[in-house]
Nanobody, 122 residues
Framework: VQLQASGGGLVQAGGSLTLSCGASGRTLYAMGWFRQAAGKEREFVAAVDWSGGGTYYTDSVKGRFTFPRDNAKNSGYLQMNSLKPEDTAVYYC??????????????????WGQGTQVTVSS
């Protein structure tokens, strides 16, 4: 599976950005977004069950981020609203091709895309 992430950039606090992640090669079980801020460990942001459409979010982004997917394009999107400076990080999309039991765990994902930088200015 090859993943292509895009859509990062610089935005003011309160603004919005949409990240895109296109997958090619295999049928997905799940897709996730993770982020890593400078000097911090990677953390889970959101995930989607590819067939059922169920979504999962870390508490800090609930109500602000959504994760729609387009099965026909095999692409997932992270729509980020009401952005805060603490959302600043490199964002990575990840794909799982086997059964996922814990959507927030990085080890559940088999493939990772390159990161895309999101910077939120105050």
């Amino acid at each position: 599976v090859q993943l292509q992430a895009s859509g990062g950039g610089l935005v003011q606090a309160g603004g919005s950005l949409t990240l895109s992640c296109g997958a090619s090669g295999r049928t997905l079980y799940a897709m996730g977004w993770f982020r890593q801020a400078a000097g911090k460990e990677r953390e889970f942001v959101a995930a989607v069950d590819w067939s059922g459409g169920g979504t999962y979010y870390t508490d800090s982004v609930k109500g602000r981020f959504t994760f729609p997917r387009d099965n026909a394009k095999n692409s997932g999107y992270l729509q980020m609203n009401s952005l805060k400076p603490e959302d600043t990080a490199v964002y990575y999309c990840a794909a799982a091709v086997g059964t996922v039991l814990e959507y927030s765990a990085g080890y559940e994902y088999d493939y990772w895309g390159q990161g895309t930088q999101v910077t939120v200015s105050s």
